[in-house]
């Protein structure tokens, strides 16, 4: 389905801001948004009355917190009213799913400035209950009614990933440490210390064969990004980051309903209309964030997206391409594995990071030399869900 | 979980047995009951079917940070299982040592306690699998 | 005639031995093991209860008789001292899983062990009266024994399921006998965790008056005496009871010893004199003669006596023996006992 022939504008990133993600005791759900909208609003240097209207990414606020109607608590919060808003929910790919909102808002010509934001409070709630709750991603009803978890769907990929690819414990572990290596140099990430394979693999078993430090933290954050029309996009930025395209797709909502366990057909459709829509290819990608909930999800997203051929992944980790500074970055802020993973905040922060890359304003160690066209993915649940998204630097925008 | 009786009482009969769906137009054999078929969607014909409850696991793991409600059974083995009539189902594995399980191994559908989560609720029943030991 | 036409077993996989109770608390287990008659008991897992034992020996027994359809099962007995609700039947947990619902009526019985074998009595009755086609009792039990007791040796788990009618009938039940009295030998109050028992009192007011009562009442009812039975099954609470009243009834031991699950198993309460049917009904030949007299605390017996067919030949492997079962197994030791058995407190 190419919705390029209906589009009518181009749309341009003029804005973003993002809260650090972690554990934020003393902050709550409304606070981290309003945390992240003032940081993008100033940064584009706009009147929040401006925003047309609010996409706002957000899985659970309901389980985690008890509050429902996220979309009207965060325009109420920011002094917003009456402008419209609605809470997008898609599992993990819910900020991303909310940008897409954003994005076609802006590409339909229907919108000249809406605000995309996404948010997550996940610390409120003890143990077993985040993991009941995160388990709403799955088939409730022929998956987690059965006492599956979301690292022991990710786990059973893994497993049965190793057992056609022949990937090894040690290869996936390498996943980890390049993300907390990136991490380390990230003031904004949730967990910053570096990490070596012989931690990863002493860590505790989590779900057979990942372990803790397999497995993305709980973060609590939120982060925004605004969208205009690209030949609008200097009267709020000198750098703005055009959106080549932004695609969706999806899948069977269980694990075991799937074509084939090793692959995200949702990611493979999503990435192959980002790339048709934006005339690029895989190969024109300089840097990707990637959705690494855990481990191995970022080895099936390295290639599902194309970035490299079926069961080779594991061949870049052991050459370290993939860190900053090697022919293919992943993750350059620590994924979220080491940046964090607020879940419904998430895809944002994606954004976040991909624009202020294409802008050269990474922090020292971490900037990508050059970056001129990035790549984020998202995943809602085990692959039920993908966007994929493509920006480039508007340096050709009059 | 807060859902009561009616949430667990409508699925009775599915979990209690395997049950899937075949449609009759593309011949596509399904798991869990549809009730129009995936392909065909309003041009197919989908009648339900009871499945062998033999299967075969496909992929495993072993749950080591239960969710609420199953800290009990800690650790315990999780897997996909392929039906021999086709489609995929995921399950528990009981009646070996959870690091046992192997992709490859021969499996049966039995009847156990799938959620006992308070002294004072409704205990659900339903399939789980174990290992097969004899040829009947 | 009314008679067996199918029947099924399940036992649990997992096993504890005297040794390793007898370790906990610092007894000689050669006592045990010597003056019970018994090496090991079966453990569920904590996934396994009373209805999912009765459910797994249902299928069994359907198994084992393939040319009847489950719903015309016109009647479904649940009996065990241990049904998973105080108020929720376990019959209609298991109708539903064999597909016999929803014309049917069914019910929980309770009279300890005995309790299988008078759902079985209630089934012959509604068959011979032509009220319904097909009868099912189940026994079944996952007895809880009490940390320390000496019950806590043989309080084990299992199923044992008959389904009762008079057409393709592979054991006919010739005739049936009870004996029944008002004898608190050993009981549990509504709420309490345990049931406690009366000591040596539970032999001879309890097992002994009641077993040899019914047993002889039964064998003079038929006109017959020890010599024309190939086989009698007991209740089972360990080896030496009915070892010993097969001896007082004129029975050698080589007809006691094929039901004799006892040892290798523990008393399954509800399921234990069935499971022992079970046993020997795995071997029979067309022509033998079973005489079985079950006991449930409280107290009372059921007799039956049984005179096998032909057709049982063509069943017996339809579905796991009892032999299956004990030979399916895996020790655990007090620690995975405790957990199993719910002893650990502490979720939730």
């Known amino acids: 389905m190419n919705h390029s022939l209906n589009k009518r504008n181009g749309v341009a990133i003029v804005g973003v801001g993002a809260t650090p993600f972690g554990e934020h005791w003393r902050k709550s759900l409304r606070e981290l948004a309003l945390e992240a909208s003032l940081s993008a609003v100033a940064e584009a240097g706009i009147r929040g009355k401006d925003i047309q209207e609010f996409f706002i990414g957000n899985m659970s606020g309901g389980m985690f917190t008890g509050q429902e109607h996220v979309a009207a608590l965060v325009t109420d919060f920011l002094g917003l009213n009456p402008a419209p808003a609605i809470r997008v929910e898609a599992a993990c790919a819910s900020g991303s799913v909310a940008f897409r909102q954003g994005y076609v808002a802006i590409a339909s010509g229907l919108y000249n400035l809406v605000a995309v934001g996404g948010v997550e409070k996940m610390t409120d709630v003890q143990g077993g209950w985040a993991t009941a709750i995160l388990s709403g991603a799955m088939d409730t009803e022929w998956e987690a009614y059965f006492g599956v978890t979301f690292p022991g769907i990710y786990a059973m990929i893994a497993n049965r990933y190793m057992h056609e690819y022949g990937l090894t414990r040690e290869q996936l572990a390498k996943v980890a440490v390049k993300n907390h290596y990136h991490g380390s140099l990230n003031p904004n990430a949730h967990l910053r210390n570096r990490i070596t394979v012989e931690d990863v693999l002493k860590s505790p078993l989590v779900a057979d064969p990942l372990r803790l430090f397999d497995c993305c933290p709980i973060s609590d954050g939120a982060a925004c990004v605004l969208l205009a029309p690209a030949n609008e996009a200097r009267k709020y930025t000198d750098t703005p980051i055009l959106v080549g395209s932004c695609a969706q797709a999806s899948d069977t909502l269980s694990l075991f309903g799937r074509r084939d366990m090793c692959t995200l057909d949702a990611t493979r459709h999503a990435a192959s209309q980002a790339f048709e829509e934006s005339k690029l290819s895989p190969e024109d990608v300089d840097f990707a964030e990637v959705h690494d909930c855990f481990t191995i999800a970022e080895i099936l997203a390295t290639e599902d997206l194309g970035l490299c051929s079926k069961g080779r992944a594991a061949k870049l980790y052991d050459e370290e391409q993939t860190f900053i500074g090697g022919k293919l970055p992943i993750n350059t802020d620590g994924g979220l594995k080491a940046a964090g993973h607020a879940v419904g905040a998430t895809g944002v922060k994606q954004i976040v990071e991909a624009v202020r890359q294409l802008r050269g304003e990474a922090e020292k160690g971490r900037q990508v030399k050059g970056a001129e066209i990035g790549l984020t993915h998202s995943v809602g649940g085990s692959g039920a869900t993908a966007v994929v998204t493509i920006l480039r630097r508007g340096d050709s925008i009059p | 979980m807060m859902q009561s009786a009616s949430y667990h009482w409508r699925r009775y009969k599915e979990l209690y047995n395997l049950k899937g769906t075949r449609c009759e137009r593309c011949g596509g054999v399904f798991f869990p009951v549809r009730d129009i078929c995936p392909n065909c969607r309003r041009e197919g014909k989908v009648v339900q079917i009871d499945f062998s409850g033999r299967g075969t696991v496909y992929a495993h793991t072993v749950i080591r940070a239960p969710p609420r409600g199953f800290e009990y059974l800690s650790p315990y083995a999780v897997a996909i299982v392929q039906l021999d009539e086709g489609p995929k189902v995921t399950s528990q594995i009981v009646d070996c040592r959870p690091e046992d399980v192997h992709i490859g191994m021969r499996v049966e559908a039995c009847f156990r306690k799938l959620r006992d989560e308070s002294a004072d609720g409704v205990i659900v029943y339903g399939f789980k699998f174990r290992p097969v030991q004899h040829d009947l | ?348």
């Open chain 3, 1 to 348: 005639m009314v008679g067996i036409v199918g029947y099924g077993t399940y036992i649990p996989k997992w096993r504890i031995r005297v040794e390793e109770i007898a370790k906990i608390w610092g007894h000689d287990p050669e006592n045990y093991r010597d003056g019970l008659m018994l090496e090991e008991k079966s453990v569920p897992y904590l996934d396994e209860d009373t209805a999912t034992m009765a459910v797994e020996a249902a299928r069994g027994a359907l198994r084992r008789a393939p040319h009847v359809n489950p719903k015309s099962v016109g009647a479904l007995y649940v009996g065990s001292e241990s049904h998973p609700y105080a108020v929720k039947p376990t019959a209609t947990i298991v109708a539903e899983a064999i597909e016999a619902t929803p014309y049917l009526t069914a019910g929980d019985i309770e009279f300890a062990c005995k309790a299988g074998t008078a759902g079985i009595q209630a089934c012959m009755g509604l068959i011979r009266a032509g009220y319904i086609k097909y009868g099912m009792s189940i026994g079944s039990d996952a007895a809880q024994g009490q940390p320390a007791d000496a019950l806590e040796y043989t309080a084990a788990a299992g199923a044992a399921a008959y389904l009762l009618g008079e057409d393709n009938v592979i054991v006919e039940i010739e005739g049936t006998y009870s004996y029944t009295q008002d004898v608190p030998d050993f009981w549990r109050r509504e709420g309490e965790r345990f049931p406690r028992h009366a000591g040596r009192f539970t032999g001879e007011p309890g097992y002994f008056d009641h077993v040899l009562s019914c047993a002889r009442g039964m064998m003079k009812q038929m006109g017959m005496s020890a010599s024309d039975y190939d086989y009698i099954v007991l209740h089972m609470p360990n080896g030496k009871f009915p070892m010993r009243a097969a001896q007082l009834l004129g029975f050698s031991r080589e007809k006691i010893l094929p039901s004799l699950v006892v040892t290798k198993l523990g008393n399954s309460y509800s399921a234990s004199s069935m499971l022992g049917l079970a046993a020997v009904l795995d071997q029979a030949k067309g022509g033998e003669r079973i005489l079985m007299t079950s006991y449930g605390s409280g107290a009372g017996s059921d007799a039956f006596s049984m005179l096998v067919k032909d057709g049982i030949s063509e069943v017996q492997e339809l579905a796991p023996t009892v032999e299956y079962y004990i030979n399916r197994r895996e020790y655990v030791d007090y620690a995975l006992y405790s957990k199993f058995r719910g002893q650990l407190k502490g979720f939730g």
